[in-house]
């Protein structure tokens, strides 16, 4: 994470922050995924039955895609020099372009969009995240995802 003073942080808004490292998304951890949410859709866990979709296998759930940005941000995101916490302040929007299927490798690339005040020692950080499929070139999603940041 690059540590960045509070007086430089609004020169980072519309500067890409670059990619996270590639993760392979397997059948284990779309599992775990429909086991933690209740979301057991045969398009999710049954290979044989996705098999005969238009996908040809199974794909990951949307919503583990998307719970990937934390993780795949960590090391992206700028942090506020004097950093006592950051927290997930939601989502502006998601677009679910195409499915990330069993196996792929997908990455993230961050883009920091806006980088607001809200009030003296909250900074509220804007990043449109774009989930990259490795051998495609639409992405899974583009989502803007905001932090919270208290100095």
């Known amino acids: 994470m690059p540590i960045v003073p509070v007086a430089e942080l609004k020169n980072y808004a519309g500067k890409e922050l670059g990619c996270s490292e590639w993760l392979t998304i397997d059948q284990d951890r779309i599992n775990l995924f429909a086991e933690a949410t209740g979301d057991f859709q045969f398009i999710h866990v049954d290979p044989v039955k996705a098999a005969q979709t238009p996908f040809g296998s199974t794909i990951a759930h949307g919503f583990l895609s998307l719970s990937l940005i934390p993780k795949l941000m960590e090391d992206l995101l700028l942090v506020p020099e004097g950093l006592k916490m950051v927290v997930n ?11 990330v299927k069993v ?4 990455r993230l690339s961050v883009k920091m969009a806006e980088i607001i005040e809200k009030k003296p020692g909250q900074w509220l950080l804007k990043a ?20 919270l940041c208290f100095v």
């Open 89 to 99: 302040y939601g989502l502006d929007s998601v677009r679910f372009i195409q499915p």
């Open 103 to 106: 196996n792929s490798r997908v």
């Open 128 to 147: 449109t995240a774009t989930l990259e499929i490795e051998g495609s070139e639409k992405p899974a999603y583009v989502a803007e995802s905001l932090s």
